[in-house]
Nanobody, 130 residues
């Protein structure tokens, strides 16, 4: 099983940027699809984005209310076993704990719900001040 460790969270002013990193370890980590979720205080976990094992496909939520598409960009570097989430134009509503996730399967419904995802990191806190 793959192990995940997030970093890069912190306090930023509205309109600012942060880049989150997720270090994956394990013998087959480069064969896993990777993604980011977030959970704001008092709210349910929310899917942010996913990237395929090769990096050739990315997926962002379809709903306009939830989508960070256009402001957030997921990427990965398989040579370094790293996944990144570049977050620009941050808003106070983006304040949340951000979790890295990994799974060998690429089903959009699974990533949308977060159910049955094989591996999770411990999370990194992002706080956006107004």
């Amino acid at each position: 099983q793959v192990q995940l460790v997030e970093s890069g969270g912190g306090l930023v002013q509205a309109g600012g940027s942060l880049r989150l990193s997720c270090a994956a370890s394990g013998r087959t980590s480069s064969s896993y699809n990777m993604g980011w979720f977030r959970q704001a205080p008092g709210k349910e976990r929310e899917f942010v984005s996913a990237i395929s094992a090769s990096g050739g496909k990315t997926y962002y939520p379809e709903t306009a209310a939830d989508s960070a598409k256009g402001r957030f960009t997921i990427s990965r570097d398989n040579a370094k076993n790293m996944v990144y989430l570049q977050m620009n134009s941050l808003e106070p509503e983006d304040t949340a704990v951000y979790f890295c996730a990994a799974d060998p399967l690429w089903y959009r419904s699974m990533w949308d719900s977060g159910k049955y995802i094989e591996a999770w990191g411990q999370g990194t806190l992002v706080t956006v001040s107004s």
